[in-house]
C-alpha cells in the first residue's frame, strides 16, 4: 500500500514538474499561429477594404467584380475542383478498399505506394506529366488531339498529387467501421452488394465527406499545378500571384485571396462538423473488421 501511494506520489510530482513545460510550449505554438496566420489574414482584411486614399470602402471589391476574366477565372477555379473531387475521392475509396477489406498480399507496399506522391511537391507530378504527356512526352498520342497544357493537366497533376490525402483518411474510416455489424450481416444471409451499401457505406459516410472537403480545398488553393501545367487556363489562385507579384496590386490581390478563402472555409467548416458526428458515433464497444 505504501508503495502504491508512493509511485503515485512520483506521479503526480512528475506531472506538475512538466506542466510548467507544455504551457511555455503551447503558448510559444500559439504565438507562432498569431505571427504565420492571424497577421497575414489581418494585412488581407485591411489592404482588401482600403482604397487608393487609404479610406475604408469597398471600391477593391467593385474592382473585382468589373475585372476581365476574373469570372472565368472564379468558374474555372470552382468547375475544376468539382471534377478533381469527383474523380479521386472515389478512386481513393476502391484503393483504401482494397487495402483494409482484402486479404490483398503486400499491403503495406500497396500503401506506400499510395502515399508515394507525398514524397514531393506538387510541381514535380507536373512536370512528370508534362514528360509524359507534353509536346514531346512519351504518351501524347494517349490524349489525341488534346493538350495537356490547360484543363485536362491541371485535373490530372491535382488527382495525383491530391489521392494521398483522400486515401490516409479513408483508410481511417475503413479501418475503424464495426466488425459486428458484418458478422450480424453474414447470420442474415446478406450478399456482399447489400453489405456494401447497408454496412460498408454508411460507416464511411463521414470518411467520404471528409475526404471529398480536403480535396476539394486542396484543389482551389492548389498554385503550383496551374502554373507549370495550366497553360492561359486561369484560376484565381494563379491571378493571386499575378496582381501582387506582376502588378504590383497588392489590394487587388487580397480580395482575389479572400474571394479564393471562401470556398475553403466552407469545406474547412463542413470537415469540422462531419468530424464532430463521427466521433460520437463511435463507440468502445466496436470490433475491427477482419477480412476473411
Not at 486515401?167 to 450480424?184: N, T
Not at 503550383?224 to 486561369?234: A, E, L, R, Y
Amino acid at each position: 500500500m505504501n508503495a502504491m501511494s508512493s509511485l503515485s506520489s512520483r506521479w503526480r510530482l512528475r506531472a506538475a514538474e512538466r506542466a510548467p513545460a507544455g504551457g511555455v510550449l503551447l503558448g510559444l505554438a500559439a504565438l507562432a499561429l498569431c505571427v504565420f496566420l492571424l497577421l497575414p489574414m489581418g494585412a488581407l482584411f485591411s489592404h482588401s477594404l482600403l482604397d487608393e486614399q487609404g479610406q475604408t470602402s469597398l471600391a477593391r471589391f467593385r474592382e473585382f467584380a468589373a475585372m476581365p476574366g476574373m469570372a472565368t477565372a472564379l468558374w474555372n477555379t470552382f468547375w475544376v475542383a468539382l471534377v478533381v473531387t469527383l474523380i479521386t475521392v472515389p478512386l481513393a475509396f476502391l484503393y483504401a478498399y482494397a487495402i483494409q477489406r482484402s486479404c490483398l498480399p503486400f499491403k503495406g507496399l500497396w500503401r506506400l505506394i499510395g502515399l508515394s506522391p507525398l514524397l514531393g511537391p506538387s510541381l514535380v507530378g507536373a512536370i512528370s506529366f508534362i514528360q509524359w504527356f507534353g509536346t514531346q512526352g512519351l504518351l501524347k498520342s494517349w490524349l489525341g488531339e488534346t493538350s495537356v497544357y490547360g484543363p485536362v493537366g491541371i485535373v490530372m497533376a491535382t488527382v495525383f498529387s491530391s489521392f494521398p490525402h483522400a486515401l490516409m483518411i479513408l483508410v481511417v474510416a475503413l479501418a475503424s467501421s464495426d466488425g459486428r455489424l458484418y458478422e450480424a450481416a453474414d447470420a442474415l444471409s446478406a450478399t456482399r452488394w447489400r453489405k456494401f451499401l447497408t454496412v460498408t457505406l454508411p460507416a464511411a459516410k463521414y470518411g467520404l465527406i471528409s475526404a471529398a472537403m480536403v480535396v476539394f480545398s486542396y484543389s482551389v488553393s492548389e498554385f503550383g499545378i496551374p502554373k507549370v501545367i495550366g497553360g492561359n487556363f486561369k484560376v484565381l489562385a494563379v491571378e493571386i500571384y499575378v496582381q501582387v507579384v506582376g502588378l504590383q496590386n497588392f489590394g487587388r490581390g487580397a480580395v482575389v485571396a479572400l474571394v479564393l478563402l471562401l470556398p475553403v472555409l466552407f469545406a474547412f467548416c463542413v470537415d469540422r462538423q462531419v468530424q464532430r458526428r463521427q466521433q460520437a458515433s463511435l463507440t468502445a464497444r466496436a470490433v475491427p473488421y477482419r477480412p476473411r
